[in-house]
């Protein structure tokens, strides 16, 4: 079925703007489109590509096919829906009732979709995007939820204007500052997701001889106050070679393991391991003489 013509997909002013002269992007059926007359055509699968060639650093850049799939695979079995949980959570209290929300670094969708439907649930509004880099990832998160626009974009070049979204999240993606500020409202939240210091520990001890933990530490950034800290956790169990598997190529030990270390791995059956997250959460500071506060203090707005 294209996708392109069904009633759920959002027409009307977008969220995007044109990454070639920053003007507003308006959403047809079939393209978006900006007053200067630039149009970029919706893929099949929903998304729209807005990533300029000089702004590509190789011909298919982000996660390929083969870790696309694995992601999708096994997250599509749930086994991180405690940090979905988590996130919906803390994003119903963060919001208002019509809030803009972008994914940044979005691969492929589930969280982004998850969010989307605790919203709406909630009896909210929500206007979402979603970007990555990774146009075969993209084509999941677009079939996955019709109503949020989704765009092949870089995160250090977003295609959204100044102060634009209430709300950013990013997931173990570039952490892109300059422009996470520049698109965030005063006052906005951000929420960023990185590993906690055991998280994926048993896998580890499979693959590696002398694993260590990952390092976590708290980090102001300029123009940022910290809100909170949430840690998202639980363990998972993984109950043949397939999940094991899928877990496997869609981090980036598959990229750095010793060859011992995989063949290990190939040879299990199952495995309980353990997922933490930590969920730091940021406002965008109203005004250049707010002061930092401490993690755990008082919001100071």
């Known amino acids: 079925m294209d996708q392109r013509h069904h009633p759920g997909r959002r027409c ?18 079939h393209t978006y489109r900006c007053p200067a007359g630039h149009s970029f055509d919706i893929s099949r699968e929903g998304y729209v590509h807005l990533l300029p060639p000089n702004q590509k650093h190789s011909a298919a850049p982000g996660d390929d096919k083969a870790m696309a799939a694995a992601r999708r695979e096994f997250l599509s079995k749930e086994y991180y829906r405690p940090l979905l949980n988590t996130l919906c959570s803390q994003i119903l209290s963060l919001s208002g009732e019509a809030p803009r929300i972008l994914d940044a670094g979005c691969g492929e969708g589930y969280y982004t ?25 993209l084509r999941y998160a677009a079939r996955r939820c019709r109503e949020i626009e989704f765009a092949v974009a ?98 980036p030990y598959c990229w750095k393991t010793p060859k011992e270390g995989a063949e290990r791995l190939a040879q299990l059956e199952k495995l309980d391991c353990r997922i933490a997250f930590r969920i730091h959460i940021f406002q965008k500071r109203r005004t250049p003489y707010e002061r930092q506060s401490h993690p755990f203090g008082p919001d100071p707005h």
């Open 12 to 29: 009307g002013m977008s969220l995007f703007c044109c990454p070639l002269c920053a003007a507003p992007l308006e959403r047809t059926e």
């Open 154 to 251: 870089s995160s250090y070049r977003l295609p959204l204007a100044d102060e634009s979204v209430d709300l950013l999240l990013n997931c173990f993606s570039p952490l892109a500052l300059e422009e996470f500020r520049r698109v965030l409202r005063p006052g906005g939240c951000f929420l960023y997701v990185v590993p906690a210091a055991d998280h994926l520990w048993q896998l580890k001890e499979v693959l590696y001889d002398r694993p260590y933990p990952n390092e976590e530490k708290e980090t102001p950034y300029e123009g940022f106050t910290y809100r909170a800290i949430v840690p998202a956790e639980d363990t998972i169990h993984l109950p043949c070679p397939a999940d094991i598997q899928a877990l496997y190529h869609m981090t």
């Open 113 to 137: 979709a998850g969010i989307y439907a605790a919203l709406t649930a909630a009896g909210r509004q929500p206007v979402m995007a979603g970007t990555d880099i990774s146009k075969f990832i």
